[in-house]
Structures are given as C-alpha cells and as structure tokens.
C-alpha cells in the first residue's frame, strides 16, 4: 500500500536557519504530494503540493519538489522565522482527498 | 466566518459514557472526514461522507458512529468511551477537483480526554 515517511523530529532551529525535512514515498501509481501544517491549537492546512514529477511546489517561502527518481518531496525554507514553529505533514494522495495518506510528521521549533 | 467548525473544543468525561462530537462546514463542499490525532501527532482517517453517503469506515470500532444529517454536517457519535479514545479528533472537508489533488480544509480539533 502507499506510505509516506518523514525525518524524526523534533527539529530545533535558530531563527534564520535554513529549513530541510525529508519525506520519502511509496505509491503503486503517480501519486499528488501534499505538506500540511499544523500550527499550536490549530487543525492542519495545505501549505503547498506538486501534481506531477518535477513539479514544485511552494507558499510562504517553502518549497518543495515532486522527485520521481527517488520518490521524494523534501521541504525547504532558505531562512525560518519563529512564526514557522508547528508540526509539518507530507502526505500523498492517489485518487483524491479521500484517500490522502499522511506521514507522522515532524514537529518544528524556531528559537529567537 | 469559520469554514469548518467543530464543537466542542475540549472534552473531558468519564469512562463508559457516550459522546457527541458536531462538525458543520460553509464551503459547499461534498466530501466531509473525521480523523483521529493521537499524542504522538499521527493522524488517521476514521470516516468519509460524500454528499451524505458513507465512502470510507477504517478500521473503527463499532462504538463510533458517524450520522451526516446533510451534507454540510457530520457528528460524530461515541458510545461507551473507553481511556484509548482519548486524543484530538479533526473533522475536514473536500471538494473534488477532478485531478485527485484538492485539499482538505480542517477544524480546529476537539481535545477528548476520558478518565
């Protein structure tokens, strides 16, 4: 079945820092890619996706891109701020949102 | 005005009880979802209702039943709570796009602690 594996957190970074956390995937087709974001007390958001291989996706000065070749969509972020502290979620989806599957994701914390 | 709205935000009750979790969504959207977030943050899909119909059930036990009234609604009803059903439960909801690529749109979450 299709999986998604994201780096173990936490991440601690000083603000400023540059922002890297790995997914991985496995999917039986060509799936979309998919990070959430939860910030503190708050439900998940999409912060950006990738439809297709190569594709890039990005919002708020994160990027990511769709890697066929190694089944990756790692996020990225030249320089965090302290207001990206939250959990971050890779997620894959074949055949729409309700079969979005979810990695366990990786809790970031941006220190002043 | 919230677009995905779930009460209540806490809740804290006694084992053996039964319990009610509302969601009400203003998007439009047809495909409704409650997901289940344990401590550790690893979320999981429970229940999906397109346009009043159940799509998906996962492996859920049978003490908790969804019931979408319309589709801009679906509650989420827990029988004889038990301490594992302790954990944050989003609702969400969807509109397909036609690519398999639309986004889900989530509440705030309900904290469910049960002693």
């Known amino acids: 079945g299709n999986s998604v594996t994201q780096m173990e957190g936490p991440v601690t970074l000083s603000e400023e820092a540059f922002l890297t956390i790995n997914c991985t995937y496995t999917?039986?087709?060509?799936?979309?890619l998919f990070w959430y974001v939860q910030y503190p007390g708050e439900g998940l958001q999409l912060l950006l996706k990738?439809?297709?291989?190569?594709d890039k996706g990005s919002n708020k000065g994160f990027e990511a891109t769709y890697r066929k070749e190694t089944t990756s969509f790692h996020l990225e972020k030249g320089s965090v701020q302290v207001s990206d502290s939250a959990v971050y979620f890779c997620?894959?989806?074949?055949?729409?949102?309700?079969?979005?599957?979810f990695g366990q994701g990786t809790r970031l914390t941006i220190n002043p | 005005d919230t677009a995905v709205s779930q009460t209540p935000k806490y809740l804290v009750t006694q084992m053996g009880n039964d319990k009610s979790i509302k969601c009400e969504q203003n998007?439009?959207?047809?495909?409704m979802y409650w997901y289940k977030q344990d401590s550790k943050k690893f979320l999981k899909i429970m229940f999906s209702?397109?346009?009043?119909?159940?799509?998906i059930n996962e492996t859920v036990p049978n003490r908790f039943s969804p019931k979408s009234p319309d589709k801009a609604h679906l509650n989420l009803h827990i029988n004889s709570l038990e301490l594992g059903d302790s954990a944050v439960y989003f609702c969400?909801?969807?509109?397909?796009?036609?690519?398999?690529?639309?986004?889900?749109?989530f509440g705030s979450g309900t904290q469910l602690s049960v002693l």
């Open positions: 999917a039986t087709g060509y799936p979309s």
């Open positions: 997620a894959l989806s074949e055949g729409g949102a309700q079969k979005l599957v």
């Open positions: 998007l439009g959207h047809d495909t």
């Open positions: 990738a439809t297709k291989a190569d």
């Open positions: 969400a909801s969807s509109q397909s796009d036609g690519q398999g690529s639309e986004k889900l749109f």
């Open positions: 209702y397109n346009n009043k119909e159940l799509i």
